[in-house]
C-alpha cells in the first residue's frame, strides 16, 4: 500500500477513536522508509481537527532512562508523571502504579476531547513506558484515544516481552512500508523537478536509493540532472556528499551491527558473499544474512554490492584508520584462506601495510606478476616492495629482489644495470637459485656484462643438473633455462662461443612455453632461413602472447624478429602495429622501446626510411644510457643504417662518434651495427674501411654458423666496396659465393643479390638481371633496394642507347625513391645528375634534395591539372608515371585492360596532354598512392 493510502486508513482510525472506540495502529519499515514523516502527518491532521496530541520518540541512546518516553507524552500537555522522577529506581508495583496513574491522566484528557498518542519507533522505548502504553491498549475500547506507534527494524537486538504483548494487540491495524515503486519515485521527481522527469533519470534515482524516499528525495535535491542528459541511454547519476552522509546516518541508526556488516560489504567489494562478509564482521552468518537483508531493504545495497561506488567509498573513508588496518588484514586472510585471486588480496595489504604471515610474499608476488601482465608497472613494484618487508628470510627477500629488478627493468632499463650486478652475488651466495637467477643473467647479458652473466647460468646449469639426476627438476626453472638458452644462441652467439660451448646451433626445445617457442623460432630461421615451420612457430608465439589471459611480453620480440629474418616483412609489420595497439593500454616503457626497436628495423626493410628513423630514435631514447646495451645499441643501427640510405650522413656519422665496446661484437646485434657502419664508411667515399666492417661482419657470422643475408648482406655490400676500389673480380667472387648459398627462400635477399651480380655482369645482360631482382623486391615489399634497381636499370638503358625507356625508369625511380625519403637516391635521379655505377642510389654522397624532377611553367600547371584528378584516375596516373604497363596497372588495382584504358584517356583530356611522355612532366604525386 502506498503512503497516501496508508495516511487515509490511519485518519479513519482516529476519527473512529473520537466516537469513544479507540484503536491501536502499528506502521513498520525499514530505515528511512518514510514512517516519522507518516506519524507527523497525522499528528498534524489531527491537531488541526482539534484533536490532542501526545507525541514521543525512542531513542537507543535513552532506552535506559525508566519513563524517558512516558515522560516526552505528558511533557505535551504539561502532565507530570506522578509519583516517580525519570531517573530513580522502581519496582514492577511502582511501574504498574505509575501505569495506572498515566491511564486516569489520558482518560482525563480523552473525556474533554479525542486525544492521539503517536510514539515513533518504538522498538527503542524503555520498558517502564511500554508498560504504561501497553495498560492504554488494553483499554482502548472505553476511550476516545487513538494509539499509533512506528517501529524499526531490529536485528541485532532482543525486544522486551512488554513490546511483543503490545505490538501483538489483536485489535491492532498493522501497515507496512516497502520501498519506492518506479512509479512512486517519479511522482517524487515530479514534485521537485520542473516538467515532465525522464525515465533514464527517474530509473537511476529508484536504482541507486533502492525506493528509499530519503534517499531518492535527497539524491533529487543534490543531483539533478543537466537538461537533456537524462534521455541518454549512457546517463548515470553522480552521488554527492550529502547524498553519502544521508546513506551513512542510515547505517548509524540501523546499529552497530549493520554498520560492521556495510563495512565488511564495502571491504569485499567485489569478493563478497555473505558467508565472507559474516566472518568479516565478525557476526553468525544468521544475523549476518538480516543484516544483508536489512541494508537491501534500506536501499544501501543490491544483494552485497552497493549501488553507487561514491557511497561504498564514503564507507570506507568514515572507518576509523585502526580498525580499517584490522579489518583489511583480517579481509586479506580471509581471501586468501578461500582461494580468491591474489590481486584482491593485495589490494587489502597495499592499503594496510605489512602482514608478517608465511603466505603473505607469495600472493604479493603472484599479484605483481598479474598487475605486470596487464602492463601495470607501478601496481607490480609497490606489491614487490611489499613483499620485500613481509619476507622474513634472507633467500625468500632475495628472490623478490630479484622479481623487482627485472620489473625495474621495464620502466628505467638503462639503469638498471647496478642492480642485477648486484643480484649477482646473491647468486654466487646461494640466496638465488631458481629462475630469477636466470632472470638475473638475462639482465646482465642485456647489459653486455657477460663474463658475470655466463657465471650465474653455468652455476644454475650445475645446479639443475643435479636436480634433475634426483628426479626433482623444477618445471619452471626447466622454462626459464630453456628461454635463456635459446636466447644466448640467438642473440649472443660469440658469448657462447668465448664461454667454450659447441659451434652455434640451434638448442633443442624441452618446454612448450611461448616465450622458449619464439626464441627458438629466431634460432631456426637464422639456421634455415624462410622456414615454413619456423615461421609458423613465431605466429603461434605471437597468438599466445596476446592471447593469454596474462600477458606475456617475453616472446614477441624474438617471434616478431623471426619474420623480419623469414622475410615475411608485411606479416612482421601487421603483427608490430597489432603489439604496438597493445603497448598504448600499458605501462611498460622498455618493452615499447624494443618494440619500436623492431619496428625500426621493419620499416627500414619496407623502405620507410622516416618511419624507421623515427621509431629507432624513439627506441634509442628510452634504452640508451651511461654504459652501452643491447637495445640502444640495435636501435643505433638501424639508426645509422637509416639515414646512410636517406643521405643524412652527418647525422650517421653522429652516432657513429662514440667507440662501442668490444663485447657489442659478440652479440648478432654487433652484426647489424657492423654492416649499418660499413654502409656508411660506402657512401661517404671510404671504400676501405667499409670493406673492412663488411669483411670482419662476415668472418662473425660464418665462425658462428651465423651465415645468412637476412641479417647482414655482408658479401653484397663487401661487392659495392670491392667495385668502389676498382677490383671488379672480388666483387664478383662475392657476388658469385652469395649466389652460390643453397636457396632458404629469402625473396628480398635473392633480389638484392641479382642486383649486385648485374653489377659485375656485361651491360647487355643488365637489364634482364635487374627486372628479375626488381620483380622479387616488389614481392617481398622492399621499396628501397627496389627504387635502387630502378635507378640502375634506368642506367644500363642508357648505355645501350635506349634513352625513352632509360627516362621512364628514372623518373619510375624517382617516384618510390621520393616516397621512401630517400633524398639522395633521389638528388642522383635527376637529370642534371651524371650517370653512376650500380648501387649509386644507395652510396652517392651528392648534395641532399627534397625535391624531384623540375618542370618549366607549363609542367607545373600540368602538376596543378593533375592534382584535380578523381582518386582512381590518380592512382592509374602514378602507376602510368612509373612505367607500369596497361596490363600491369589493370593486375595491381584489379581492374580491366579497358577501364585503364579509359582512365588514362580522361587523365590526358583534364590534363591537357596526348601521351605518357608528357604525363611524366606533370605527375609529381607521391608514388604511395598507387594501390
Known sequence: MERTGILERLDELVDRSAGGRGGLATVTGATAMGKTALLHALAERAGAAGRTVLSAAGSPHEAGVPHGVLFQLLHTVDAPVPGVAPSSPATAEDELAVAR????????????????????????????????????????????LALVLTRGVAVDEQAPRVLHDLLSRPNAQRFHLEPLSRAGVRDLVAERVSGVPADRYVAEVHRLSGGNPLLARTLVEEEQPPAGAAASAEFELPTGHVFHQTILACLH????????????????????????????????PVPAGRFLRLLTGVGVLDGTRFRSPGVRQAVLAETPHEEMTVLRHRAARLLHDDGAATPAIAEHLLQAGPLLEEWVPGALRDAAGRALAEGDVARGIRCLDLAEECCSLDEQRASVRAQKTAVRWQSRPAESARHFLSLKRSVTAGLLTGPEALLVAEGLLFHLDFDDAMEVVARIETGSGEAGESGAADAELAETLDNTRQLLASDFPGVNERAGRSQRSVP????????????????????????????????RALQDSRTRPTWTPRGFPSALLALCYAERIEDAAEWSERFRADMERRDAPAWRAVL????????????????????????HARLAGPRWNLGAAAALAVLVEAHTAIGDHRAA???????????LFLTRTGLHYLYARGRHHLATGDATMALSDFLECGALMRRWNLDTPAVAPWRLGGAEAWLALGDRHQAARLVEEQLAEPDTGLVRSRGMALHSLASVRPAA????????????????????????????????????????????????????????????????????????????????????????????????????????L?????????????GYTNR??????????????????????KMGIRNREQLLEGAHADSSEAV
Open 596 to 619: 619500436d626497436c623492431i619496428g625500426a628495423l621493419i620499416a627500414l626493410r619496407r623502405g620507410r626510411l622516416a618511419d624507421a628513423v623515427r621509431q629507432a630514435e624513439a627506441a
Open 765 to 868: 645482360e643488365r637489364p634482364a638481371l635487374l627486372q628479375e631482382a626488381l620483380r622479387l623486391l616488389e614481392a617481398a615489399g622492399a621499396r628501397y633496394e627496389a627504387a635502387s634497381v630502378l635507378a640502375d636499370l634506368s642506367r644500363a638503358y642508357q648505355r645501350l642507347g635506349e634513352k625513352g625507356r632509360a627516362r621512364t625508369t628514372a623518373r619510375r625511380a624517382w617516384r618510390i625513391a621520393k616516397s621512401c625519403h630517400a633524398e639522395e637516391m633521389c638528388q642522383a635521379l635527376l637529370p642534371s645528375s651524371s650517370p653512376r655505377s650500380v648501387g649509386a642510389g644507395r652510396t652517392a654522397a651528392g648534395t641532399r634534395s627534397s625535391g624531384g624532377p623540375r618542370g618549366s611553367a607549363p609542367a607545373r600547371a600540368e602538376q596543378s591539372a593533375f592534382a584535380k
Open 253 to 284: 541508526r540501523l546499529g552497530p551491527g549493520a554498520l560492521r556488516v556495510a563495512r565488511g560489504a564495502a571491504l569485499l567489494d567485489g569478493a563478497a558473499r555473505p558467508a565472507l562478509i559474516a566472518r568479516l564482521s565478525g557476526l553468525d
Open 888 to 909: 600491369e596497372i589493370a593486375d595491381r588495382l584489379f581492374i580491366t585492360v579497358s577501364t585503364v584504358e579509359q582512365h588514362l584517356t580522361r587523365v590526358y583530356r
Open 653 to 663: 656519422a653522429r652516432r657513429l662518434a662514440v667507440e662501442p665496446p668490444p663485447e
Open 101 to 144: 496513574r498515566t491511564h486516569r491522566i489520558v482518560a482525563g484528557l480523552a473525556a474533554e476531547r479525542p486525544v492521539l498518542i503517536a510514539v515513533d519507533d518504538v522498538q527503542h522505548v524503555d520498558p517502564a513506558s511500554l508498560l504504561c502504553l501497553l495498560h492504554l491498549a488494553q483499554r482502548l475500547p472505553r476511550l476516545r
Open 508 to 539: 633443442p626445445l624441452v618446454t612448450a612455453a611461448s616465450s622458449a617457442r619464439a626464441r627458438n623460432a629466431l634460432n631456426l630461421v637464422l639456421e634455415r632461413g624462410a622456414d615454413e615451420y619456423a615461421i609458423a612457430v613465431a605466429v
Open 870 to 882: 578523381s582518386d582512381s584516375e590518380r592512382r592509374v596516373a602514378v602507376l602510368a608515371a612509373q
